[in-house]
């Protein structure tokens, strides 16, 4: 069984985001970017299951500039096997990124697709539900826990208020929550070994889709900065503050 | 010229830095205070195949350069490690540089796989404690009696002595007047240490208490003739090979504390707010920073220098010396004005900047001290008489 894991490459969980001067989007020159961490987990969760026996080939994919490479040798040497770059200067969003993943799961012909559940930089949260509709396959979005049985998936989803427990039949389409595994640190062995994995890179010409963005960002701003709390001295002072300044009694 | 790290460095540095997260500034502060090998961090280094990073492919190594080494080392140091971090593996990573050079095949294979997977430390007793910087005047015997060696004398300094189950020790083995030259007659072996026979009393010292550095007394220790590495009484020269990569590890680690102590009291500078401003808003807080910075990015750029020298197999001594002493200072004054930034709460422990300040001057002492190197570059490449 082979699976596909898209890969996202976005501006790395640790960095302070800052909005560009013109409010056109997140500043990303300089900045350290890194695998969407979700997309690390879902990689942790094939190269799992190919451990198991489960599956026996992991593609690993990303969408977006050049250096999206760095990402699939990231997950190359997590374990996948080998990856596929599709390289474009488009700004790509949702639907443009499930259409291309679509026409590589039909060319791959992949039993599952893991992927995270949404990346950290745009959080849309729709790419594993678009694709899955393109494909018309079955999808377990939000896994905390994922068991492969013969051509049944068991889905563990997190949801408002407790787990729910799906089974899909397979093909389908996974996306992962944060508690669904821990992923692993790349040992030297294996960066070294992921420098001799095979990525491909295609144009998403090659696959006949237009990435042309079909949503406009308008503006993108920060958030108000927090005002710095304030220190009182006695309970009728916290009283008058709450009546006067912040007007909550 | 390239400047740039390649992708596989990068991945060295990131894959490196992720591991040291799970070791966190407490994890450091309580090693600081209770002592203990930080067991944990070398396993994990183990774990991921990071012991054998510059070892040979063909003994389970990488076979990777002493530039990704010093990348390495210098990842360690700078997550907040320190010297304790770095110290606790730094002879594992290429200690056994004459081993790999100038040992037989059924040497390798017997002695380095081992230590790549973790399974063995070892230790590298070379000073004396009557003999300092003269090396080749020590005098810890080792004599020949049959199949073996029997060594009598004294060590002093030697590190990881207490955790290290094998030893790099040089010794004499031709009394020195009995040579023609001093540089003769000193003889390298890589063997087991006997607890019986040797005895290992631990330091009291500045900082660094996770790594232990001790006195070794030896009372008629054997060593098995096929330990000795290369030829008897060619020893010195079997380990000034392994000099210039060591003093560059030791000066990527030491940048790497100096930048995680500058990283430390530009965040304090940033957020101390005294006479209704942030510290850092007066220049007599931020200039001191950026000059340490700018001694930092010098020294690394010596560093790596010296690095890529030697991986090329090019002449590195004058590089790997000027990035010792470089980098050593430049922490040092890194560290110190991170104390001196944070005020009165720099000589906190909470803060962790002042064991970053104890912990910088092993850098500067070990494993040759400033002067001597100033020495070196004095005669080497000035063309000065000698001095010493
Ligand atoms: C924390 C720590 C860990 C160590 N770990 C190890 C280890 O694992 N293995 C090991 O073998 N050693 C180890 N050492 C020892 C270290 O390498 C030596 O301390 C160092 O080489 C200096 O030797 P010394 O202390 O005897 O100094 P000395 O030789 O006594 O020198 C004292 C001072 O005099 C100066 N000096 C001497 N002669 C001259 C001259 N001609 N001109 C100018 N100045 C001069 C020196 O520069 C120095 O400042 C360690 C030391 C420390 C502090």
Redesign the pocket.
Known sequence: MKILVPVKRVVDYNVKVRVKSDGTGVETAGVKMSMNPFDEIAVEEAVRLKEKGVATEIIAVSMGVAQCGETIRTALAMGADRGILVETDADLQPLAVAKMLKVLVDREQPTLVVMGKQAIDDDMNATGQMLAALLGWAQGTFASKVAIEGDKATVTREIDGGLETVALKLPAVVTTDLRLNEPRYASLPNIMKARKKPIETIKPADLGVDPAPRLTVIKVAEPPKRQAGKKVGSVAELVAKLKTEAKVI | MDFALSDEQEAVREAIARICTRFDDKYWHDRDQTGGFPHELHQAMAEGGWLGICMPTDYGGAGLGITEAAIMMQAIAESGAGMSGASAIH?NIFGLNPVVVFGTEEQKARMLPPLIAGREKA?????EPNT???TTRLRTRAERRGDRYVVNGQ?V???TAQVAEKMLLLARTTPLDQVRKRTEGLSLFYTTIDRARVEAREIP?MG?KAVD?NQVFFDNFEVPVEDRIGEEGRGFEYILHGMNPERILIAAEAVGLGRVALARATQYAKERVVFERPIGQNQAIQHPLAEAWMQLEAAQLMVMNAAWRYDRGLSCGAQANASKYLAAEAGFFACQQAVMTHGGFGYAKEYHVERYLREIM?PR????????IL?FIAERVLGLPK??
Do not use: E, H, N
Not at chain 2, 123 to 127: D, G, I, K, P, S
């Open positions: 002879m230790c590298f007793a070379v000073t300092g910087l003269d060590k300094w030697i590190s010292k660094r550095s092993i002492l070990t494993p040759v001290s400033p002067q001597l020495c001095s010493y």
